[in-house]
C-alpha cells in the first residue's frame, strides 16, 4: 500500500499528486494537517512533503521525482 503524506499549499505535492492521477496510481493521501498523521510522518524521520511510504515494500521516499520515479517504474 502506498501512502502519500503531504502538506497544504505544496507544490511538490501538487506535482506528485498529478503524476500519480495521470498514472493511475492507487495511494492513500495522508495530509499533515491532521495531528494523527503529522505524528506518523514524524515517526518516520520525515523533514519534508510530500513523503510516501510503501508498506508492502517497507520503503520510504521523501524527494517528490523519486516518488514519482518509483511508482512509474513498479506501475502501482
Known amino acids: ?3 502519500l503524506y503531504t ?10 499528486k498529478h503524476a500519480f492521477a495521470e498514472r493511475k496510481v492507487t495511494y492513500e493521501e495522508r495530509n499533515i494537517k491532521n495531528p494523527e ?3 506518523e510522518v514524524q515517526g518516520h524521520q520525515a523533514r519534508t512533503m ?3 511510504v510503501d508498506t508492502t515494500a517497507n520503503t520510504t521516499i521523501a524527494e517528490s521525482d523519486e516518488i514519482i ?6 506501475s502501482f
Open 69 to 74: 520515479d518509483y511508482a512509474s517504474e513498479y
Open 37 to 39: 498523521y503529522l505524528k
Open 1 to 3: 500500500m502506498l501512502i
Open 7 to 16: 502538506k497544504d499549499n505544496c507544490q511538490y505535492c501538487e506535482k506528485v
Open 50 to 52: 510530500p513523503f510516501l
